[in-house]
């Protein structure tokens, strides 16, 4: 069974265009929170923002029990990078960033999680004819195989997502990413499935989870859920209560079943404790619906590939 | 030919910011309005009540000294933490009775600065789960809230502006059919609307089509320029930068329409800055104008009076093509 994480970012104030939900915290209350949360296991650790010194964040996991999923390493920075990061045009910032990368990698090491995970939001283009792509995938191809090329033990995780703040970023889908992960020729570089990414992106996750895996880069899973028109970051299941229930069936069929889940749940009006004790509600429901799915069973109804009977069956274990 | 008027959002004249960064320096609002007064063709600005307008003698003289008109007064309700439920839809009646408040001093103080119009976009009555609003409440206390609002004075006129979503995944007023709606429950003759071509785009409408059935109904006040990817972002990119051809058509339909008030710009300058946003975005509506003009608002309804001729339309619009 995946242990379950929510990531720090998550756990102090959001904010949107428009308002700040919820009180800032520092890093020892939000992993106290965390550690409240029932049946939370750990924390994706979110660097810079959170934390820049390993040691402390040590005392607080010990002192709290909690594991570390991953570190999240944050690609795009208020006031620099502004034109993407990896993918600059600017060798001295794509050094920069590479060189933050390989420290985040030597933290992931040092919390023995040995993997990061990147959303590179800022990599990407608003306006037609606003870059030359070939320059921005060989830059980010470079940047990327430079930091992975640091320590071939840590999985560097791109979590792909098709826009925002960039209006369409270079790696916006399961295909994109898996083919420039292949093209960069590094096996430590891979994606991070965050699930309402993908269904944005009018991707069906199951699908996209035996993509990345055919392609040796399902690294990590992130779970939340939207409308499909928008990273709203909701609590898994709301919209798309099978296609949560098929992914995590899929899972286990590619042996992703002994890792972690990350949380990126936006706690906006409601409680930000209130908000992951549902979360972790919700994604066990689904799971122990999953588990009636007899095995046999679904052979012999993908066999048939008839949405009647399939259909049919699935409500029958509700 | 008397035609439309260009203004300023001051708002997108500071700082802006979205889920991941900051962006642009924040401002005073001396600063936002003398960078307005540097583009070139805008005479009027639009601001924001609360905040801006508090002291609106001040505002007048910095206005008087910068030679700009105040537009309309934009009743901002929708980034502040207590109204993060609603506003006129909010369960706590505190809330909506801040909101009617607000609303109704926006409008004095329209009237006080000689502008016959508020805009409200109400983007925090919405919801994000199923099962979390009451929609046949919500809807019966934003009719409510309108006439309440609509009745306190009507030298006035209320616009409401839609916008499919955000913050909320889903937003009560999230296309012009909802407007068009409201207007006509609400009755009253000082209501009308804010047409954001953004909005539109990012509801996935054709903005021609939604300026005209707002124009059958009398009810188009107050025009917001700019553009998006149609992705559903509200990115506030340059008019007619990916929608070049349904700015075309919108553009002629105000025309045709003979539309005679304002058109703001909410733009979000990430990398350029403000000024050179405004300005590039007036010099693109300017052109598209003078491609519309070069083939001729007649010639045009001719074309579209005949069935099945699209070809000869786009013949006509790209043999015109500067």
């Known amino acids: 069974m995946n242990k379950l994480a929510i990531i720090t970012g998550f756990l102090g104030a959001i904010k ?91 933290f992931a090491v040092e919390l023995g999680c040995y993997r990061v995970t990147t959303c590179p939001l800022n990599e990407g283009t608003d306006s037609p004819f606003e870059a030359d792509f070939r320059t921005l995938f060989d830059a980010a191809a470079d940047s990327l195989y430079t930091a992975c090329a640091h320590n071939p033990e840590v999985k560097v995780c791109l979590e792909y997502k098709k826009n925002d703040p960039r209006t369409r970023t270079l790696f916006g889908s399961a295909g994109e990413t898996a083919a420039f992960c292949l093209m960069t020729g590094m096996d430590n570089l891979g994606a991070t499935l965050d699930i309402g990414h993908a269904i944005q992106a009018e991707e069906n996750p199951s699908q996209s989870a035996v993509l990345l895996q055919r392609a040796g880069r399902l690294f990590y899973v992130h779970l939340n859920d939207n409308d499909g028109r928008w990273d709203w970051d909701m609590i898994p299941g709301v919209y798309h209560l099978w296609e949560f229930i098929e992914l995590f069936y899929t899972l286990r069929e590619l042996d992703y079943d002994d890792d972690w889940y990350a949380f990126d749940v936006f706690p906006k009006e409601i409680d930000t404790l209130e908000t992951f004790n549902a979360v972790m509600h919700m994604t066990r429901k689904l799971e122990s619906i999953t588990d009636r799915i007899g095995l046999e069973k679904m052979e012999t109804l993908r066999q048939q590939r008839n949405p009647a009977k399939t259909v049919t069956y699935l409500y029958s274990l509700l | 030919m008397k035609r439309w008027k260009y203004c300023a959002n001051a708002g997108f004249f500071g700082a802006r910011r979205d889920r991941f960064n900051q962006y642009q320096p924040d401002r005073t609002l001396e600063e936002k ?137 889903k937003i009560l007023l999230n296309n012009v059919g909802k407007v068009l709606y409201v207007c006509a429950e609400v009755g009253a003759q000082n209501i009308g609307a804010n047409l954001d071509v953004g909005h539109s785009l990012a509801a996935r409408e ?44 919108f553009i002629y339909t105000l025309i045709r329409e003979g539309y005679q008030g304002w058109i703001g710009a909410d733009l979000a300058p990430r990398h350029f800055g403000p000024v050179a946003a405004y300005q590039t975005n007036i010099m693109m509506i300017d052109r598209m104008t003078n491609l519309v003009e070069r083939v001729g608002i007649d010639q045009i309804q001719t074309l579209l009076g005949q069935d099945g001729n699209t070809p000869g339309i786009y013949e006509k619009l790209t043999a015109n093509l500067a």
Request: aromatic share 10%.
């Open chain 1, 16 to 106: 949107n265009r428009y308002i700040v939900y919820q009180g800032d915290r520092v890093l020892a209350d939000k992993l106290a929170l965390a550690a409240q949360v029932e049946g939370c296991d750990g924390v994706e650790v979110c660097y810079p923002a959170d934390f820049q010194d390993p040691g402390e964040l040590k005392r607080l996991l010990e002192r709290h029990q909690l594991g570390v999923s991953a570190v999240n390493f944050r690609s795009r920075r208020t006031g620099k990078w502004w034109r993407g990061s990896f993918s600059s045009l600017d060798p001295v910032e794509r050094r920069e960033v590479t060189d933050d990368l390989k420290r985040a990698m030597d």
């Open chain 2, 206 to 249: 054709a903005p021609a089509e939604s300026a005209a059935l707002l124009f059958r109904n009398g009810l188009l006040k107050y025009v917001h320029s700019n553009d998006n990817t149609g992705d559903g972002g509200d990115w506030d990119m340059i008019s007619g930068s990916v929608h070049y051809w349904h700015w075309v058509e």
């Open chain 2, 33 to 169: 309005i003398a960078l307005v007064s540097q583009v070139e063709g805008i005479t009027g600005i639009e601001l924001k009540y609360p905040g801006d307008l508090d002291d609106s003698m001040m505002v007048k003289n910095l206005l008087d000294q910068y030679e700009l008109q105040l537009s309309v007064v934009n009743v901002n309700t929708k980034a502040v933490t207590h109204f993060r439920y609603g506003t006129l839809t909010a369960r706590s009646e505190k809330a909506r009775r801040t909101a009617v408040q607000l609303l109704k001093e926006g409008m004095d103080i329209a009237a006080e600065m000689g502008v016959g119009l508020v805009t409200n976009c109400p983007l925090m009555d919405g919801y994000d789960y199923p099962f979390q609003v009451d929609y046949a409440q919500a809807w019966d206390d934003f009719i409510a809230g309108c006439r309440e609002v609509t009745a306190h004075r009507p030298d006035v006129t209320l616009m409401l502006e839609f916008q499919p979503h955000d913050p909320n995944a």
